[in-house]
């Protein structure tokens, strides 16, 4: 009963209680753990610091916040005190103080403790940036956003400026995602275009593994019994991760001096408000939404001023809207056993065979807590718009300004739909803003002259033979002809399921060539080609949709840098959704054998590898824009396509929340195409926009004025004319 091994169970124990809110029990477990740990290890051991945290995490709802402070103090000094004052494990015990202290009445001093905790893991996230993967933040982000929201409106001892400007880098934390495992790759692939980047980068992946094996050594060293510990060995295990420190600071300086975009991309860190303010132009407004349990925030900033609204509208109330106005937007919401009868208590009507049911009442509701609030604000400007967690999933343009009657296609064709107000960019971050809209990388910074620049490239239609293995149908249209013309199909959505399509690394191509065929893709990006006097040599359809072509123009003849506009129509694979995928993806045309230049898919740290220097990347097929899936937050199919995309030299991405109806794909994208090549004043954002409102107000499209069928793409990325300021 009194080995160490009994001390754990005791605590694993304690979790499980306090995950089912029995918190006596789970306290009693706790003590118990302690107990034992205390008797084997000492007093003043590493090893109890977690029980003690626990403690104190499950002794707040029981109101016990006096004991609740001293086991979080007491974590916390053997935490410091064994490896330091900054090191990721006292995240935890902090915002357990932190707790203890709001819940005293203590506000400013927990706004320190909870100010304290997210600093640690904002230096904690950007040294292991080069690893993916997520690190915990325990609650410490949200907790600092809303005390420091409170300080600055009753008057804090800092001041609101200082509360404001903390709280804005905490909520670019919050809203933050990552590349994910695309960052491990990065580094490596690009080693032919550029051995510096390349030997850069990899060093400061390798620093960061063995930092992260030195600490996990120095954890265990330390908290072995105390008459097996060995002093001399920890003292050089910590001045061998002091010295790991100042090799990955003098690592990563070189990076952000020589190699910016690569920085950005891999280590994205948070604007000042000042630094954000520069970037914007006088018409424009960045809006960044923070959605956490305890209430919801929307910052909006301008060139001269900046605001901070905590919203009328909860977490939940939010979720509930967007999955409402979803049900009459995207087909995939009424698929299933379940899903049919929630759209239908949120929208009080079934879906029929014409249409879905569009709830104009949410969307104006929801226009009401979003946007109402920033009406002064945002008034004749273009919006700039960072989501987080459920307005990931939602093209904001299908909110409503004023109240409309019902759905009907004849109320939806005059309805006073935000889209008739305002240009909309989405942005995947705040700070990507400032890669974007640094000085010098505006379109053509290839050294290509305009006669070399070609308007438009397509891949689509990739032979894919569907679930059963004798769908033929990609097989049937091999180029662009004629009698090739869309419909009104939808032609595909992402890809999830349980099943694996990796083997030995690689995609398996016997899979992958199971999935459904998209020869209605063709008829699209043959019928863009077409509208902008395009030959079909610039189209890869079926057998030649394939990463060998795409990379011998991206290398051999360097053709793929010389197009404007880029048309990816495919399938998107989400990272995590499959298995063995970490990476968000598109498919490509499978080979007969995978090979690491060419397995048919083209991830996120492949799209990096590209060298583009395009105005527009269009992914029409595929719903990119809708993140991973139903999860609330889940953008990082979004934030690592966009990034990869961006950092490859694309200016921005036109994406879609839902599979597109192809004849409607076609509409938006040559009629926006069309506008920018006219009036070289109208930015991405503008053009799609006034693409959008043609599209309602065009009679001859079938259903055109239901925003399912105008409003599934968004502009990711740069949205104005050029772009750079």
Request: hydrophobic share 40%; proline share 6%.
């Amino acid at each position: 009963p009194e080995h160490p091994e009994v001390a754990v169970a005791y605590n694993n124990v304690g979790l499980a209680l306090g995950s089912l809110e029995r918190h006596e029990e789970a306290e009693q477990s706790f003590l118990k753990a302690l107990a034992i740990g205390r008797r084997a290890f000492g007093d003043n051991s590493i090893k109890i610091s977690t029980t003690y945290a626990n403690l104190a995490d499950v002794r707040i709802p029981m109101k016990k916040l006096e004991a609740a402070r001293g086991d979080a103090e007491r974590a916390i000094e053997l935490i410091s005190t064994t490896l330091g004052p900054g090191h990721r494990r006292l995240v935890f015990p902090l915002s357990r103080l932190g707790e203890v202290e709001l819940r005293l009445g203590n506000t400013a001093l927990a706004y320190e403790k909870f100010k304290t905790a997210s600093e640690i893991y904002e230096a904690t996230r950007l040294r292991n940036a080069s690893l993916g993967g997520r690190f915990d933040d325990n609650g410490a982000l949200d907790r600092v956003i809303a005390t420091a929201f409170n300080l600055k409106r009753d008057g804090g001892p800092l001041g609101a400026e200082e509360y404001q400007s903390q709280a804005f880098r905490f909520s670019q934390l919050k809203t933050a995602t990552s590349a994910g495992e695309a960052l491990n790759k990065l580094g490596a692939r690009l080693g032919a275009g550029d051995p510096a980047l390349r030997d850069l980068a990899r060093e400061q992946q390798d620093i960061t593994e063995a930092w992260a094996k030195a600490d996990t050594t120095l954890i265990a060293a330390v908290s072995a019994p105390p008459a097996r510990r060995d002093k001399a060995r920890e003292a050089a295990l910590r001045e061998r991760i002091a010295g790991y420190a100042r090799r990955l600071e003098a690592v990563n300086a070189r990076l952000e001096k020589d190699y910016p975009e690569f920085s950005e991309l891999s280590r994205p860190r948070p604007l000042t408000i000042e630094a954000l303010q520069r970037l914007l132009a006088p018409d424009e407004v960045l809006i960044q939404y923070v959605v956490n349990p305890f209430a919801v925030y929307a910052w909006a900033i301008t060139p001269d001023a900046a605001h901070w609204l905590r919203m009328p509208v909860t977490r939940r109330e939010l979720r509930e809207l967007v999955h409402a106005l979803r049900c009459g937007l995207d087909v995939a919401e009424w698929i299933g056993e379940q899903k049919p009868l929630a759209c239908f208590i949120l929208t009080g009507r079934f879906a029929d065979d014409d249409s879905l049911p569009f709830a104009t009442g949410k969307a104006f509701e929801l226009y009401r807590k979003l946007l109402e609030p920033l009406r002064d604000v945002i008034a004749d400007r273009k919006l700039l718009i960072v989501p987080s967690d459920a307005l990931n999933r939602l093209p904001m343009h299908v909110l409503l300004t004023e109240p409309v009657g019902d759905d009907s296609l004849e109320s939806l064709k005059d309805a006073p739909w935000l889209v008739r107000r305002h240009a909309i960019t989405i942005l995947p971050s705040v700070s990507s803003l400032a890669i974007l809209r640094r000085p010098g990388t505006t379109t053509s910074q290839a050294g290509t002259g305009p006669g070399d620049r070609h308007p438009y490239f397509a891949l689509a239609n990739p032979l894919l033979v569907g679930p059963e293995g004798n769908d033929r149908s990609a097989f049937a249209v091999t180029g662009c002809r004629q009698d090739i013309r869309p419909g009104s199909q939808v032609v595909a959505s992402i890809v999830k399921g349980p099943d694996s399509f990796f083997r030995g690394g690689m995609a398996d191509v016997a899979r992958l060539r199971t999935l459904a065929p998209l020869p209605d893709t063709a008829a699209e990006v043959c019928a863009v080609a077409r509208d902008l006097r395009v030959t079909g040599d610039h189209v890869l359809l079926s057998d030649a949709a394939t990463e060998t072509r795409l990379r011998a123009l991206n290398g051999q003849t360097g053709t793929l840098r010389r197009y404007r506009v880029l048309h990816f129509a495919t399938h998107g694979l989400i990272s995590g959704e499959l298995k063995g995928l970490a990476e968000p993806a598109l498919v490509l045309t499978p080979p007969e054998e995978a090979s690491p230049t060419d397995d048919g898919l083209l991830t996120a740290s492949e799209v990096a590898e590209l060298k583009l220097d395009a105005e527009w990347v269009i992914l029409s097929a595929c719903n990119t824009a809708a993140g991973a899936g139903p999860r609330y937050g889940g953008d990082e199919a979004l934030s690592g396509l966009a990034r990869s995309f961006f950092f490859a030299g694309a200016r921005s991405l036109l994406v879609s929340h839902w599979p597109v109806r192809s004849d409607a794909a076609v509409e938006l994208t040559t009629r926006a195409l069309g506008l920018l090549a006219r009036d070289t004043s109208v930015g991405r954002s503008e053009a799609l926009r006034r693409a959008m409102v043609s599209l309602i107000d065009d009679d001859t499209i079938y259903a055109g004025a239901h925003p399912q069928v105008w409003a599934p793409f968004v502009v990711v990325g740069e949205g104005a004319v050029g772009g750079a300021r």
